[in-house]
């Protein structure tokens, strides 16, 4: 099973600074069929799913503000929010869909300082 | 635009079977593009894939090999649903529960989440 580790486990940035959050799959998620990353961000808020901010590492979700954005490859994954909102306070997730059993990373609680 | 509906019981008594359904709209459970999956989600076990089901000209299970003894996950075409069995459960099965269609893809969709309950 593929391993996706977080880092760090919790986070605290002050409003409009830039915020972080690192993800490492235990084996690459880079798929050789369609050469597409298959890593997902979700953040997450108390007493609600999941929900989907980034696709393929690096497409954002539809209606996702513009501060949200991911990157890199094969093994290695950050999630970067450019000037943090208060509303941007939850625990982010990743997760990868490049085969059965798909695994998400433990989630990265992200606070106001 | 897709809606998944999640229903069930919200207990159930320990060696007991787990039941939910996840009624699906705006999609057809049949389609030959996506898969239909289970994820739990606990403060001991975090965020845990539990398996799926798709249909590619036949019907295909994948299951977590954590639970693979205890788990079935059936569609149901006439009713465009798709359900998880959990049998013998005991308090470590307690979680809240989501049905989704393919996680973390461009056609990610979540239920709304049931919290499930194991005790006597």
């Known amino acids: 099973d593929i391993v996706m580790t977080q880092s760090p486990e919790s986070l605290a940035v002050s409003l409009g600074e830039r915020a972080t959050i690192n993800c490492k799959s235990s084996q690459s998620v880079l798929s050789s069929y369609n050469n597409k990353n298959h890593l997902g961000w979700y953040q997450q808020k108390p007493g609600q799913p999941p929900k989907l901010l980034i696709y393929w590492a690096s497409t954002r979700e539809s209606g996702v503000p513009d501060r949200f954005s991911g990157s890199g490859s094969g093994t290695d994954f950050t999630l970067t929010i450019s000037s943090l909102q208060a509303e941007d306070v939850a625990v982010y997730y990743c997760q990868h869909y490049d085969a059965p059993p798909y695994t998400f990373g433990q989630g990265t609680k992200l606070e106001i300082k | 635009q897709v809606q998944l509906q999640q229903s069930g019981p919200g207990l159930v008594k320990p060696s007991q079977t787990l039941s939910l359904t996840c009624v699906i709209s705006?999609?057809?459970?049949?389609?030959?593009?996506?898969?239909w999956h289970w994820i739990r989600q606990s403060p001991s076990r975090g965020l845990e894939w539990l398996g799926r089901t798709y249909y590619r000209s036949k019907w295909f299970n994948d299951y977590a090999a954590s639970v693979k003894s205890r788990i079935t996950i059936n569609p149901e075409t006439s009713k465009n649903q798709f359900s998880l069995h959990l049998n013998s459960v005991t308090p470590e099965d307690t979680a809240i529960y989501y049905c989704a269609r393919d996680p973390g893809s461009p056609k990610d969709q979540w239920g709304q989440g049931t919290l499930v309950t194991v005790s006597s």
């Open positions: 705006g999609d057809s459970v049949s389609s030959n593009t996506v898969a």
